[in-house]
């Protein structure tokens, strides 16, 4: 007589805090990207909620749910670099929480987004205005911020590109919608899966 263990098909991946964050994150970042020009109010507005958003997400990475841990995700060059040659040859494990090539990818977000947020703010204070006001970065000369602001947004913009492409490559080769995944905070669950 033989016996089945009940295993559950999907696994609790995502809080909805991350997912929150994500999407707010799409959608304010989108938004400042293309009213850069025309409308800086709504511009500056959507820039403080994306520094906020990060702010929020740099506290929940250390101090968040298992799988929001930076602890958890990050991996070292050499774990990203052995898991983009398993990419190259269709042969990748399927992680719980993010992979090493998707973890890499956050966290250069989160660097390239931080600059992008430090020098709109410098730019403002420039003018004596913002959070940042009064501090040394009211002498910076702005329009050299600008150029600087400018050139993350657009590197950023370019990793979002990325991000994108790498999650439908992954979810192709993974059997798995990552995009759903952080809308309903859930993953397939499988026998083989990496939890580290």
Same mark, same amino acid.
């Given at each position: 007589?033989?016996?089945?263990?009940n295993?559950p098909?999907?696994i609790k991946?995502?809080?909805?805090?991350v997912?929150?964050?994500?999407?707010?994150?799409?959608?304010s970042?989108f938004l400042?990207?293309?009213t850069?020009?025309?409308f800086?109010n709504?511009?500056?507005?959507?820039g403080?909620?994306v520094a906020?958003?990060?702010?929020f997400?740099?506290v929940?990475?250390?101090i968040?749910?298992?799988?929001?841990r930076f602890?958890q995700?990050i991996?070292?060059?050499?774990?990203v670099l052995?898991? +983009?040659m398993?990419?190259?040859k !269709?042969?990748?494990?399927h992680?719980? =929480?993010? &992979?090493?090539?998707a973890a890499?990818?956050i966290?250069?977000?989160?660097?390239?987004i931080?600059?992008?947020?430090i020098?709109?703010?410098a730019i403002i204070?420039?003018?004596?205005q913002?959070p940042l006001?009064?501090?040394?970065?009211?002498g910076?000369n702005?329009?050299?911020m600008e150029e600087i602001?400018?050139?993350?947004?657009?590197?950023?913009?370019l990793?979002?590109? +990325?991000h994108?492409?790498?999650v !439908?490559?992954?979810?192709?080769?993974? =059997?798995e &919608?990552l995009a759903?995944?952080?809308?309903?905070?859930?993953?397939?669950?499988?026998?083989?899966?990496?939890d580290?």
């Open positions: 007589m033989s016996t089945q263990t295993t098909d999907t991946v995502w809080d909805p805090l997912r929150l964050f994500h999407w707010s994150l799409v959608i970042f400042a990207f293309i850069e020009d025309d800086i709504l511009h500056v507005a959507a403080y909620a906020m958003l990060i702010g997400r740099v929940w990475g250390l968040g749910t298992r799988y929001a602890t995700f991996k070292s060059p050499a774990q052995f898991y +983009l398993k990419m190259l !269709f042969d990748v494990p992680y719980i =929480g993010h &992979n090493p090539a890499a990818m966290v250069s977000l989160l660097i390239s931080i600059l992008v947020s020098t709109g703010m204070a420039a003018e004596g913002g006001a009064g501090t040394f970065f009211a910076f702005a329009e050299w602001h400018e050139f993350f947004a657009n590197f950023t913009m990793l979002v590109l +990325l994108v492409a790498g !439908f490559i992954s979810s192709m080769m993974e =059997g &919608n759903r995944a952080m809308v309903t905070g859930r993953k397939k669950y499988r026998s083989e899966i990496v580290r």
